[in-house]
């Protein structure tokens, strides 16, 4: 993605139109995300007002498992660089 990810930008995106079909698909799901500002805008937090999300607390890698995950890529990928929404 190139440029700067805003709040509107995250929702158009990203969230409409991956995210939330994949949502919709998984009766009971919760979404989790971290303290990005385009995360926490509050245009993309009324957009996520129809699913349930787990709340995070700012700088709290350790509280996700999946970071875990990316940390092993990173080592095992060095040349490659991650982003995570």
């Known amino acids: 993605m190139r440029g700067t990810l805003t709040g509107q930008r995250y929702i158009d ?3 409409r139109p991956h ?3 994949f949502l919709n698909g998984l009766p009971g ?3 989790q995300q971290d303290n990005a500002r385009p995360h926490t805008a509050r245009v993309a937090q009324d957009f ?3 699913y349930q999300t787990l ?3 700012a700088h709290s890698p350790d509280l996700s498992p999946v ?3 990316w940390d092993q890529l990173k080592r095992q ?3 490659f ?3 995570m929404i």
Do not use: C, K
């Open 13 to 15: 995106d990203i969230l």
């Open 19 to 21: 995210v939330g079909p």
């Open 29 to 31: 799901a919760i979404f």
């Open 48 to 50: 996520l007002r129809h």
């Open 55 to 57: 709340p995070r607390p």
């Open 67 to 69: 970071e875990q995950v």
């Open 77 to 79: 990928m060095p040349s």
């Open 81 to 83: 660089t991650l982003y």
